[in-house]
């Protein structure tokens, strides 16, 4: 069986994807004013439209923003040039939850995930492609960049942005039209439409309670000084965050005393369904792994367990979080109550599709790295 990890906790890398105009850069701007107690280091080609002051009032500039200027991030740097950019904002000193890689507009997305699965930072994980489209000009912009089609197909979650202006032209049912193609050229992906880029950040990382963060003002507190001084006139997206962005999205809570059957578990995980973007949380493997439980991070097509040691106090459970859109939860939870066994001996051979997902036996005993989730993908 393998050693337990011993290692930090990583940080999700989420490689924030689009055309010019897409809103790849409001959508930014909305996770840095709604991340809860979290905090997100950003590498972007250009600030464009991001409120450099305000992120210096927060102590966010400097230490968890690295700006490349213009140009396109894939064809700019390398892994080992990312990799310290990785590094600069992984380290502990700098307090970071999330980093996010907004690419220009031109920039291809499968190189930068194939960057991204490559660093070689141990403090950082993949978190996933997020492609922001125009629901407006998506048309117009397939046509013109017939590879967004692709890029779609990559996708771990897509945002159709934009959704409340495509009413203008008079047909009402054309942001439906929009949506329904585009799920059509996902792979599965969650789908996920937002007007002016607002989405929850609990699609894309665990924001921590603000209070969580001392010491440092962050961009919540701001937005609670600026209630303070003017509460006859709140702000409109903080208004939308908090009343309708979580219906975008549907979230499973499943917990189990009895053990998950490792093979029935890679089954449903090797099965998810389409829309299902993150899972996360704690899995008991009983008997074919006594002396551990195995922390679970999934998004999109990619699959990472992390076997930890059992703790003299810890209660034995499953408890996994199920984050995804258009998703069946009734039936998901089924599927996961049928993964349970409380067989007391276990099969020798049960843990290996398992171990084919946890990082230190892919690089010391296979030397095969990820690819979207499978390591023996050659695609």
């Excluded at 890029?151 to 203008?168: C, F, I, M, Q, S």
């Excluded at 603000?210 to 006859?232: K, N, T």
């Amino acid at each position: 069986m393998s050693q337990p990890s011993s290692g930090p906790q990583q940080i999700p890398v989420v490689v924030l994807a689009g055309f010019l105009g897409s809103g790849k850069t409001t959508l930014l701007n909305h996770l840095l004013h709604h991340s809860g107690g979290s905090r997100i280091g950003a590498i972007v080609n250009d600030f464009g439209a991001i409120e450099i002051d305000a992120m210096a009032v927060a102590g966010a500039l400097g230490d968890s923003t690295v700006s490349l200027g213009n140009g396109c991030l894939c064809c700019a740097v390398d892994v080992s040039e990312l990799d310290g950019y990785l590094a600069r904002l992984a380290q502990p000193s700098a307090g970071i939850d999330v980093i996010v890689i907004e690419a220009s507009g031109l920039a291809e997305p499968q190189e930068l995930v194939r960057m991204v699965l490559a660093s070689e930072q141990p403090r950082v994980v993949y978190g996933g492609l997020v492609e922001v489209v125009d629901a407006v000009e998506f048309d117009a912009t397939r046509e013109k960049h017939p590879e967004l089609d692709r890029h779609l197909a990559l996708a771990d979650l897509v945002v159709v942005n934009k959704t409340d202006r495509v009413g203008e032209s008079g047909r009402n049912d054309e942001g439906e039209r929009v949506l329904r193609l585009v799920h059509t050229l996902t792979e599965g992906a969650a789908v996920v439409p937002a007007a002016y880029g607002r989405i929850d950040p609990e699609l894309l990382f665990d924001c921590r309670p603000a209070e969580e963060r001392i010491g440092q003002l962050s961009f919540d507190d701001l937005h609670r000084q600026h209630d303070h001084d003017d509460p006859d006139h709140p702000h409109p997206a903080r208004h939308a965050h908090h009343t309708h962005l979580h219906a975008a999205y549907d979230s499973l809570s499943f917990r189990s005393a009895v053990p998950m059957n490792p093979r029935r578990l890679l089954g449903f995980l090797d099965t998810r369904p389409e829309g299902l973007y993150r899972i996360k949380g704690y899995v008991d493997f009983g008997a074919a792994d006594p002396r551990n439980r195995y922390a679970v991070h999934a998004v999109g097509r990619f699959l990472r367990f992390y076997p930890e040691p059992w703790r003299a106090d810890d209660e034995r459970l499953t408890q996994l979080v199920l984050i995804g859109s258009g998703i069946d939860t009734t039936a998901l939870r089924k599927e996961l109550q049928a993964g349970t066994d409380d067989a007391p001996q276990a099969d020798e051979h049960s843990m290996w599709g398992v171990l084919r997902y946890v990082r230190d036996v892919q690089d010391t005993e296979t030397g095969v790295t990820d690819n979207l989730g499978d390591p023996d993908s050659e695609d």
